[in-house]
């Protein structure tokens, strides 16, 4: 009976409280930010691993499964989930919410890190990933064009993706689609066995064929200068002149056992 017998004895003081309470809350709407997409970081980190060429079930069995073992002891882990495709083997781990998504992810590598000599030798390093809204497009365009198809990824990513990189208030632009120039050494099989080459021997050699060295430096009086020896192609048919073999003044080139052609990715 205290407050209503006051705000009865008292409707100055009661009208002034209430008239100041309304022009807070006036203040405060007003210089309220608003956030259409506020920025909310979910305690979940993805492990990404690529294994080029392999199939689902060798990438399910051998790398996501692995890591699965290596992930499945880490503290505060509420959810673990897991997806493989060929080449690709995902695995999302969701933690207690409040959990230092740093120090889980620490946790993590720790473990990945102890059955990395489990993994086959030619799959790509795990890669770790955090989801955060920021990371969610806020705007898609699709571009098609008549003319200059060939060249029409390299113009939009010169042209259109590189500008708008500049732009304040931009993180970042990816480019998904187009055709995208690709160096296609098409072997024969047939060729291939009669000459004794395998695939292997294949990519060691145009390996170490396309490689530029640094050469060591030059001092002339007061300059310095760097040296490098360039080895890297810089034309599609410098490829067919590549030695695969050289046996008492016989030579297998590139050209004899394949295709080299300037074409574009899938």
Known sequence: MILPEL??????????FFLAVLMIGAVMIMELSVDYLPEIERPTVTVVTEWSGASTEDVENKVTKQIERALGSVNNLKEMTSATVEGISSVTCEF???????EA???????IDRVKRDLPEDAE???FMKFNTSQIPIQFYGITARESVENLYDI???DVADPLKRLPGVGTVNLFGGLQREIQVRLDPAKLTAYGIDLEDVARVLAAENVTLPAGNLKVGRMDYTIR???????PAEL????LRAEKGAYVYLRDVAQVLDGFEE
């Open 7 to 16: 705000g009865v004895r008292k409707p100055v003081t009661t009208l002034m």
């Open 96 to 102: 207690i919410w409040g959990t230092d998504l740093d």
């Open 105 to 111: 992810s620490n946790d993590m590598r720790s473990n």
């Open 125 to 127: 390093e795990p890669r």
């Open 156 to 158: 939009i990513d010169r």
């Open 229 to 235: 020896v360039p080895g890297e192609f810089d034309a």
């Open 240 to 243: 067919e002149t590549v030695v």
